[in-house]
């Protein structure tokens, strides 16, 4: 297995969702795509690597986004989950000030120039 050097996972939906949440963070963080809908069995597979990191699920709101959470609870009951306001739907519509201030208020350090 591969020394994983991030401090943290965030675990999002897909690629947009990553993409948008690399310029705000500022720490080491792992975020893993689950490319859509998943099963227990998969997600089991790809957090398995990050055992000993604490996890967020930061997903859309959206049906698909409120399945893969509920795996994610079931599997995963440690998890903190993050939200984006309903009226951005995903995480990749979300502005970039808005996920800082998600991502802050759960200790996650995020570069300044995002912060109101």
């Known amino acids: 297995m591969a020394k994983v050097f ?3 996972v965030i675990l999002v939906e897909g690629k ?4 948008r949440l690399i310029p705000v963070l500022d720490e080491a963080t792992e975020i893993i795509c689950t490319n859509g809908t998943i099963s227990n069995v998969k997600l089991e597979e790809i957090l398995s690597p990050y ?3 604490p996890i967020y699920a930061f997903l859309d709101a959206d049906k698909s ?3 893969i ?3 994610v609870k079931k599997e995963f009951p440690e998890a903190i989950h993050l939200y984006t306001k309903s009226m951005y739907c995903e995480v990749a519509n979300t502005p970039l000030d808005v996920l800082a201030s998600i991502l802050k208020r759960v200790n996650i350090k995020v570069r300044k120039e995002f912060l109101l």
């Open 6 to 8: 991030s401090e943290k």
């Open 65 to 67: 986004g409120e399945q």
């Open 51 to 53: 055992d000993d990191l």
């Open 69 to 71: 959470r509920s795996i």
């Open 16 to 19: 947009s969702d990553k993409l």
